[in-house]
């Protein structure tokens, strides 16, 4: 045994407040927050558009920050249809819901969207994430989630302790971006769990890649959403379980 030092991430209390209220305390890391605000307020339906918030305030509360979120008059009504009280751990991102109906809500379907991938798209869309995580690379601690366009490869990515709170990271960071979830893959480090379909349907993402297994739920809503989901994603090699028909599987070159 010898001393030595590790890097580790951050994790600490985020409230998100809705005109001065609070509606969600989420354990993350203290990053990026702003995109965290604006993915988790559409993946929670309270808004559709990033428009739809006016401004973003940070405020430090002891240990925890709280994200102070002002909407525009609209997008109350939305707020006051899905509002609920959660404290969510790391590790769960249904945490704090009231009813099995809203744990298995229905999203919108993007099964019209036309996107049409390559097998070498898939395969550099979760390798280029991996390159893209920063923090990971330092802590081997957090999850990633990437946005990846064909023909212009990965435009973002996001990390956290908490796979939810990643994916929600980039939804923000491809909104506020101006870009469309139409106009590529979400890429993710996890195994993918009913809510990381559903955030990517909210999105509007046709294609969703991850490095591990779908449970059966999510293959499931992937289904009846029209995502094609990839995953197994290892080196050159994955698995397509709903939707094939978006990825071209031509020869895969070989990625670095």
Known sequence: MRDGERMVPEEIPVAFSYGFSTHAVMMATPADLEDFAVGFSLTEEIISTAAEIKDIQIEVHGEGLDVQIQLVDDASDALRVRRRHMAGPVGCGLCGIESIEQALRTVKSVEQIQLAVCADDIVNSVAGLSSAQALNSQTHAVHGAGFYIPGEGLIAAREDVGRHNALDKLVGAVLRGG????EGIVAVTSR???EMVQKAALLGSPVLAAVS????LAIR????AGITLAAVVRGNDFEIFTHPQRIRLEAISDVA
């Open 221 to 224: 809503t992937a289904q009846a």
């Open 179 to 182: 870009r469309a979830g139409a």
């Open 213 to 216: 297994a779908p449970t059966a």
């Open 192 to 194: 993918v769990s009913v």
